[in-house]
């Protein structure tokens, strides 16, 4: 559900970025969102389509680059993906870990005429 | 063309929560911003707290709980300041809002705020309002998996509080193994078990909080 403000926050970003920009039309978004934000890509879409009727961004692609939540061990120093519901180092079973990917949330280009 | 941004699309929010906190330093207030799921015992928390510390400390409550005015009515009712936020069916509160509510609290006479976030375990996460300390309440009845299924919540809280423990002796929750899960990917989170019902724990999460005070004031 908090989809709607983070569009609107994502659209504000390309809006202004495309007016620096001096473009007329923006042709693609390139999004990358960690999959720890919980952010539902078919629900940004949604809000996307909503919300940029009428600007220079309507009708632009979105692509969503999705980064999944990833650990680091402390007890051996490897990084591996995090499961849903086992959170244990698969190369030394320890349980203690750092997130050091996952929690992405940004416009990392756009495309523009 | 293409234009290379690598824009937070949440750093509008977080630039207003920094001014909020800005703010609330100013003024000497501790904030505190309370998380969990609907009915996990954010209120009945606020209400035990106000119990223990009306008289010693002075408190200001911010109401973000969207079900309806009730839990602000309930908490005006003990003679603390308390502003209602509505959300307009929001899912969670910003700092926008936050900033708003904080205009209309008397924050000179207060030193520490409480939040009610709106009842919710994912959204509310990625939206910081300003607050100094974030408060994850998780309940026996929600079952002992929910740091997994709402792992950004357990890894931005500096607090987790284990609610309804009186509920203990009926339902099957593993209080080590869920507090193992959580001290997995957050080391420094604090775990206290409580219960708003009987009053056990409560205690101690009132001197933490007595604690957070006066290490700001030092
Ligand atoms: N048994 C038990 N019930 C509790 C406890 N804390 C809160 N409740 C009950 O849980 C329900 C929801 O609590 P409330 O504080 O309104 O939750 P909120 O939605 O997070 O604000 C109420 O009926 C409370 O009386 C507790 O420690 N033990
Ligand atoms: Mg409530
Ligand atoms: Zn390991």
């Known amino acids: 559900m908090h989809e709607l403000a983070i569009t609107q926050s994502m659209l504000d970003i390309v809006l202004e970025q495309a007016e620096k920009a001096g473009a007329r039309e923006v042709g693609k978004i390139n999004l990358v969102i960690g999959e720890m934000t919980g952010v539902v890509d078919e629900c940004v879409q949604f809000y996307f389509d909503f919300l940029s009727k009428g600007t220079s961004a309507e009708g632009a692609a979105l692509s969503f680059t999705k980064v999944p939540t990833t650990a680091r061990c402390r007890g051996c120093d490897k990084a591996f993906e995090l499961k849903e519901f086992d959170w244990t180092c698969p190369y030394c079973q320890g349980n203690n870990m750092e997130i050091v990917a996952g929690k992405e949330l940004f416009v990392e280009s756009i495309e523009v005429e | 063309m293409k234009i290379k941004v690598v824009k937070d699309i949440l750093g509008a929010n977080e630039q207003i929560a ?118 994850l309440i998780s309940s026996i009845p929600e079952g002992d998996d929910k740091p997994f299924k709402y792992p950004s919540m357990f890894h931005k809280a500096d607090v987790v509080l284990i609610n309804k423990i009186d509920l203990l002796p009926y339902l099957k929750f593993d209080t080590d193994a869920f507090s193992q899960a959580i001290r997995g990917i957050n080391e420094r989170a604090e775990i206290f078990q409580i219960s708003c019902a009987t009053g056990q724990g409560i205690e101690k999460w009132v001197s933490w909080l007595l604690t957070q005070m006066s290490r700001r004031q030092s």
């Open chain 2, 18 to 135: 920094e001014r909020n906190r800005q703010l609330l330093d100013s003024k000497g207030v501790l904030a505190v911003n309370l998380m969990s799921s609907p009915g996990a015992g954010k209120t009945s928390l606020i209400l035990e707290t106000i119990k223990r510390l009306k008289g010693k400390t002075r408190l200001g409550i911010i109401e973000g709980d969207v079900s309806s005015s009730l839990d602000a009515e309930v908490i005006g009712k003990e003679g603390v300041p308390v502003v209602q936020i509505n959300t307009g069916g929001g899912c969670h509160l910003d700092a926008n809002m936050t900033h708003s509510a904080l205009g209309n609290m008397p924050l000179q006479d207060i030193e520490l705020l409480l939040i009610e976030n709106v009842g919710n375990l994912i959204c509310p996460a990625e939206f910081a309002l300003g607050e100094h300390k974030k408060v």
